[in-house]
């Protein structure tokens, strides 16, 4: 237990101690902000390798009357390894892309408090936990979302709070009911039967429909997907992290925890929502990527391509088939990494030549080739192509559509990674489209803060893509969890 707390605790007091720092000790906040990201991932690992080995962590405590526990299962011990080691890596860039603006001791401690409470939501172990952690979510992230504090800036913010308090309205009610019909809100895996296990009836699809409602805020399903591309005001790394990872991650996990942990997939399967939401996740696919094809700026159109690929974990969900969620577990792991390496690259892009927009990045390959041959790679990545994993994740969620008994979804995927092709390919051919002559830009501390973090994780996905077996134990222990 003392690895789950620590884990837990180490963005907070980081957070705490980064507070307190003068803001003209730049040296020593960067120091605690590495620090304390280094012993977050570390813990977190560590809480992932006793999860994986079998052995159970908990702990458990009261608020009143309202029992909350912490108990990481493999799914959330995946989600943690995620957000704990992108997030070192997006603090190592951080450091280059804050440096000389304003404002940097606010912005790194609720950067690493936000690491701290997304791992609350990976390792919670009921709904009391989920919820009292995704709600923090939400107020933690808001300062990062308006950190430039402009009237752009604070509309989005509002926005923001708007859509995700709303969401999180829809889980309480739903937590109530869930809670009036079972008396039990704990998760439960294979072997144990579903929380409402015997409770049948039209209700219960209204139920769902509330549990997918409030955390499809935080995933963007369609049409709950408005205030994502609007957060984009947000600095970059925050783009990378939050819209990414952390807050969107928290939204696909927790549809995820409820379809397994709280319905379970058999009950699922016997409702008539659960027919519904393949759909559903298949029309935010196609219609998210052919809206982000048409965007010309830059980290708009990424995050248009958000909302299309997180669907894609979803789907693999829906078809409630283990070779779908295997496709869904391989892809939050493969598209988080190939995602924040896009958003690394647009960041690169517009501090060193100050262009956002896709059709104004003509030569700019010849200036920053190694951003564009990670930007090329990633890309490469959304589209399903060899050699990175995505390759085997949309392998395994088609395979999982056609266990599921909904072939034509499979489809989907062909056709969305045509589309996908059409949105990043003329990116990379506009960047090196006109050879220019200018000096690299790739140059200096500042630059290498921000380069050297992108290009690792590009090399990491190539790894991944060509030994996929290397993150197949974690998948292999979520799908033995649920079925």
């Not at 925050?238 to 409820?258: D, E, K, P, Q, T």
């Not at 920053?368 to 990633?378: D, G, R, S, V, Y």
């Not at 999982?400 to 499979?410: E, F, K, M, V």
Request: charged share 10%; net charge positive; proline share 4%.
């Amino acid at each position: 237990m003392i690895y789950l707390i620590s884990a837990l605790s180490a963005g907070l007091a980081g957070g705490l101690v980064v507070a307190v720092i003068p803001e003209n000790r730049a040296r020593l906040r960067n120091f605690c902000v590495l620090f304390f990201s280094v012993s977050a991932m570390i813990l977190s690992w560590k809480v992932a390798s006793l999860v994986f080995a079998g052995i159970k962590i908990h702990a458990a405590g009261k608020i009143g009357d309202i029992s909350w526990s912490l108990a990481p299962d493999p799914l959330g011990a995946v989600f943690g390894l995620i957000a704990s080691t992108l997030w070192l890596f997006a603090a190592v860039y951080s450091i280059g892309y804050m440096s000389g603006k304003k404002k940097q001791r606010t912005y790194f401690s609720f950067f690493l408090i936000s690491l701290s409470i997304t791992l609350g939501v990976a390792f919670s172990g009921n709904m009391v936990a989920l919820y009292l952690f995704y709600e923090l979510l939400t107020f933690v992230t808001y300062p990062l979302v308006i950190h430039e504090r402009s009237p752009e800036a604070v509309k989005a913010g509002s926005k923001y709070i708007i859509y995700n308090l709303s969401g999180a309205g829809a889980i309480l009610i739903a937590i109530i009911i869930t809670y009036s019909l079972s008396g039990n809100l704990d998760f439960s895996g294979v072997g144990t039967p579903p929380i409402l296990a015997g409770c049948m009836g039209s209700g219960l699809n209204w139920l769902l429909l509330l549990y997918v409602a409030g955390f499809g805020v935080k995933a963007a399903i369609m049409p709950l997907h408005r205030w994502l591309p609007e957060a984009m005001v947000a600095p970059t790394p925050v783009s990378a992290l939050l819209h990414a990872v952390a807050v969107v991650y928290s939204g696909v996990y927790g549809v995820i925890r409820v379809i397994y942990s709280i319905f379970g997939h058999d009950l699922v399967k016997q409702l008539q929502l659960g027919s519904i939401l393949p759909w559903v996740a298949a029309f935010t696919i196609l219609t998210g990527v052919i809206i982000a094809t048409r965007q010309d700026v830059l980290k708009r159109r990424l995050a248009y391509h958000t909302i299309s690929q997180l669907s894609y974990i979803l789907l693999g969900a829906f078809t409630l088939q283990p070779w779908g969620l295997t496709g869904a577990v391989l892809h939050m792991i493969s598209y988080s990494m190939l995602k924040v390496i896009l958003f690394f690259c647009a960041g690169i892009i517009s501090e060193q030549t100050g262009e956002t927009r896709v059709s104004n990045m003509g030569g700019v390959g010849w200036s920053l080739p190694k951003t564009l041959t990670a930007f090329a790679i990633a890309s490469m990545g959304m589209i399903g192509m060899l050699p990175l994993s995505t390759f085997w994740s949309k392998y395994y969620l088609m395979r999982g559509s056609a266990d599921g008994g909904i072939w034509p979804l499979a489809l989907v995927f062909v056709i969305s990674g045509i589309i996908n092709a059409l949105c990043f390919i003329p990116t990379v051919v506009t960047a090196f489209k006109e050879r220019k002559t200018a000096p690299s830009r790739e140059t200096g501390s500042k630059s290498a803060f921000m380069l050297v973090p992108t290009l690792i994780l590009a090399f990491i996905a190539v790894f991944i893509g060509l030994w996929p077996g290397s993150v197949w134990p974690g998948i292999q222990a979520v799908i033995n969890r649920f079925f």
